[in-house]
């Protein structure tokens, strides 16, 4: 199995920064390599949940290669430790509409792009960011 735990989420101004980080661990024998793309993915109460970043695991030819909402383009930094088993989210000139919970998620196939919510396998409890004006 494969459990995700993120922290970093906090209360900040307009303008300010975050940055969110995800852990990864595995029990029984999972084969590490098999997660191939993790994302930061965020929800607000009531809506649905969006993609915010995702970015595929490894040093292959995909490795490494990253895709972000529009939203947050230029602003937010999605990056990897693989030795730490870490994924993290660098989040510059936060905004207040960038208010969401946000989540940690991995999927065992690489990522062409953000990718719907349900074809992610593991998911992280959450992290509250709250950005006021």
């Known amino acids: 199995q494969v459990q995700l735990m993120e922290s970093g989420g906090g209360a900040v101004q307009a303008g300010g920064s975050l940055r969110l980080s995800c852990a990864t661990t595995?029990?029984?024998?999972?084969?590490?390599?098999?997660?191939?793309?993790a994302a930061w993915v965020r929800q607000a109460p009531g809506k649905e949940r969006e993609g915010v970043a995702t970015i595929n695991i490894g040093s292959g030819d995909r490795g490494g290669v990253t895709y972000y909402d529009d939203s947050v383009k230029g602003r937010f930094t999605i990056s990897q430790d693989s030795s730490k088993r870490m994924v993290y989210l660098q989040m510059n000139g936060l905004k207040p509409e960038d208010t969401y919970m946000y989540y940690c998620a991995a999927r065992r196939s690489y990522c062409s792009g953000l990718h719907d919510a349900d074809s992610f396998n593991f998911w992280g409890q959450g992290t509250q960011v709250t950005v006021s004006s």
């Open positions: 595995f029990s029984n024998g999972f084969n590490v390599d098999l997660i191939q793309c």
